[in-house]
């Protein structure tokens, strides 16, 4: 089984980073997802990461670090479109490779 | 337009009466999965099928069921719905379960059982 954690909510401004993290303890790790969901709508895919280290895709990056169980995503120059929430999902190996997804982060920009 | 859908969008059901939502991908994935989503709880996994005629539980697959008879279709079953089946309900897909496949969702399905 896994244990997925990332704080419940946070607030940032227009244009500023923010950078949302999770933790996650699970027994054979696969990689790691990072996923956007706007209220009301479904999850669409921001990044992934299997190997420690940072990947950067235009304004968002992700990092993991696979012995500290820790993930952040990094959002850059902020836009008031992306308050939403953002959902940490690991993939374990032996459970068909299935996605286990934390609560989510709840974030609002503000102008 | 590639896609996963899902119908009806919106249900109010009563308890006990049975009702099938459907989901269809056009991709030719041959992962697909169901979850549902609570507050404070995030997205669980309910069921899934790694291929046609090959499902398997998720985390929490009590009072459901499901079918994979076809590829690009992937049914989930409540044959006796109860109140704490109120949920909001995404099917996904992904092309194989290999590790770096991303999955992608349905526009979910809003249930409520009174």
């Known amino acids: 089984g896994q244990n997925i954690d990332q704080p419940t909510e946070m607030t940032a401004t227009e244009g500023a980073i923010v950078q949302i993290n999770c933790t996650y303890q699970t027994s054979g790790f696969n990689g790691l997802f990072w996923y956007q969901q706007h209220a009301g709508e479904a999850p669409t895919f921001l990044s992934y990461n299997v190997l420690d280290g940072l990947e950067e895709k235009g304004r968002f990056s992700s990092f993991l670090s696979r012995s500290k169980g820790y993930s952040y995503l990094l959002l850059k120059e902020l836009q008031m479109k992306d308050s939403a929430s953002y959902l940490c999902a690991v993939r374990e190996a032996n459970a068909g490779n299935m996605l286990t997804f934390g609560g989510g982060t709840r974030l609002m920009v503000k102008p | 337009e590639a896609q996963v859908t899902q119908n009806p969008r919106y249900l109010i059901t009563v308890t006990g009466k049975k009702l099938t939502v459907t989901c269809s991908q056009n991709?030719?994935?041959?992962?697909m999965s169901w979850y549902r989503q609570d507050p404070g709880l995030g997205l669980r996994q309910i069921y899934y099928?790694?291929?046609?005629?090959?499902?398997d539980k998720g985390d929490v697959p009590e009072g459901y069921k499901v079918s994979r008879k076809e590829k690009r279709n992937f049914p989930l079953i409540l044959e006796s719905p109860s109140p704490n089946q109120t949920s909001l309900y995404f099917c996904?897909?992904?092309?194989?379960?290999?590790?770096?496949?991303?999955?992608?969702f349905g526009p979910g399905t809003r249930l409520l059982v009174l």
């Open positions: 991709m030719n994935h041959e992962y």
């Open positions: 099928s790694m291929n046609v005629e090959v499902t």
């Open positions: 996904a897909s992904s092309l194989t379960s290999g590790r770096r496949e991303t999955q992608y």
